[in-house]
């Protein structure tokens, strides 16, 4: 299943933004999620995952800025991003962690 980010645009450094991902009419989506990015000329990178529960890991860059969280009544999976910096500018994907599916994926812009 190809699951579906939205929730990005431009934010002022030390603005915040909150992503959310979804599979497309509603299905779960109870197993491991991954939040990825991939900025321009750089390789897609995983910043944050949750697993079927709630433990999370993040990439030290985002530590202490993003959090990952699901909520199972509404099959939603999010990524709160707060003190954004322009080194954050990417385009931002979810994806089940042990899937290789890719879906659509939504512009973060970070202006300094």
């Known amino acids: 299943v190809q699951l579906q980010a939205s929730g990005g645009g431009l934010v002022q450094a030390g603005g915040s933004l909150r992503l959310s991902c979804a599979a497309p009419?509603?299905?779960?989506?109870?197993?491991?999620i991954g939040w990825y990015r991939q900025a321009p000329g750089k390789q897609r990178e995983l910043v944050a995952s949750?697993?079927?529960?709630?433990?999370?890991n993040y990439v030290d860059s985002v530590r202490g800025r993003f959090t990952i969280s699901r909520d199972f009544a509404e099959n939603t999976v999010y990524l709160q991003m707060n003190n954004l910096i322009p080194e954050d500018t990417a385009v931002y994907y979810c994806?089940?962690?042990?899937?290789?599916?890719w879906g659509q994926g939504t512009q973060v812009t970070v202006s300094s």
């Open positions: 994806k089940g962690l042990y899937s290789d599916s």
């Open positions: 949750i697993g079927s529960s709630t433990s999370t």
């Open positions: 009419g509603g299905t779960d989506i109870t197993y491991p």
